[in-house]
């Protein structure tokens, strides 16, 4: 890789993946033959599947299966919180204790974004 692509060690990267500039993966599951765009991040517990196009400046949040053959325009923002917000009901920072993932797929047949 690059200076300007950031890739931790617990990223599994299928057969033939096309990494732009400026990405930032960690803990996440790309597969085969897939697209990354610049300026993307792909957070923990979240894969995106075989042959797809993360078109760039797109941010796919923990939580987020995207499967096969899907396109995700740019710009795309995924959200994994059903109901955000930034401090407990007593007032302090909210923590990852804090809240529960809300699970997000894409399926094969979505239409594009």
Same mark, same amino acid.
């Given at each position: ?8 060690p617990?990223?599994?990267?299928g ?11 960690y ?6 033959? *897939? ?15 075989k ?6 400046? *797109? ?17 795309v ?10 401090? *407990? ?25």
């Amino acid at each position: 890789m690059n200076e300007f692509v950031s890739i931790a060690p617990s990223v599994k990267l299928g057969k033939d993946v096309r990494l732009s500039k400026f990405i930032n993966l960690y803990g996440c599951e790309i597969g085969d033959e *897939t697209k990354i765009g610049a300026f993307v991040e792909i957070q923990k517990n979240s894969s995106v599947g075989k042959r797809c196009k993360i078109s760039s400046h *797109t941010f796919v949040c923990e939580g987020v299966e995207i499967q096969d053959n899907v396109f995700i325009g740019h710009g795309v923002t995924f959200i994994n919180d059903s109901y955000p917000r930034a401090t *407990t009901a007593s007032g302090e920072l909210q923590t990852e204790a804090d809240w529960k993932v809300a699970w997000v797929r894409m399926p094969s047949w979505a239409p594009a974004a």
